[in-house]
């Protein structure tokens, strides 16, 4: 069976979709910043305690890159940094 949308009703299923991966999108990004800023990470670079976390450069608390994060990856931000 097919079904005949009217441009409205096929504009907003378009509006409900892009709503729906904005929210998980944001979701993905919050649940990242919080493993990074609380997931003990060891940089290859500095002799820090490897007990103390990476940080995320979305959170004003840490001012690193995103070079050794554990979750760049699957990390969502468009804008990392990285160290040169």
């Known amino acids: 069976m097919q079904y005949i949308l009217t441009e409205e009703e096929y504009n907003n299923l378009l509006k409900q979709n892009r709503m729906f991966l904005e929210d998980q999108n ?3 990004q919050k649940l ?3 493993v990074a800023d609380n997931l003990p990470c060891v940089r290859f670079w500095e002799d820090h305690d490897p007990l103390e976390p990476c940080g995320c450069i979305l959170s004003k608390k840490h001012e690193w890159y995103c070079d050794e994060c554990p979750v760049q990856d699957v990390c969502p931000n468009q804008y ?4 040169k």
């Open 26 to 28: 944001n979701i993905l």
């Open 32 to 34: 990242c910043t919080q």
């Open 80 to 83: 990392k940094e990285w160290s």
